[in-house]
């Protein structure tokens, strides 16, 4: 549990006790412990959202990192297929010279 998550535990239960004495407390006080116990539970939603939304760029960034080691990998076959390809075309034209002088 990080270290916001256990301040907000804290403030919401801090907010709680109080409200047990929110029988003595006017309306303009109940009004203000009820904007800070909303406020503290749209926080947690968007910690919550915002550590969803970060698994999912840590999950695209592996996908992505997986990726560049594919097309990594089909850059260097495809240099040994063109290296491949001159030496076969070198050879060929070796054996048509070899041909048209005898």
Do not use: H, P
Request: aromatic residues 2%.
């Amino acid at each position: 549990m990080g270290k916001w998550q256990m301040m907000l535990g804290g403030a919401a239960l801090s907010v709680l006790v109080l409200s047990g004495c929110s029988a003595q407390l006017s309306a303009t006080d109940r009004e203000m412990l009820d904007q800070a116990l909303q406020s503290g539970q749209m926080a947690a939603d968007y910690a919550q959202k915002a550590q969803a939304s970060a698994g999912l760029a840590s999950d695209a960034a592996m996908r992505a990192e997986d990726a560049a080691q594919r097309a990594e990998a089909a850059a260097g076959q495809a240099e040994q297929s063109a290296a491949d390809a001159q030496a076969s075309a070198e050879k060929a034209q070796r054996a048509f010279e070899m041909c048209q002088q005898k």
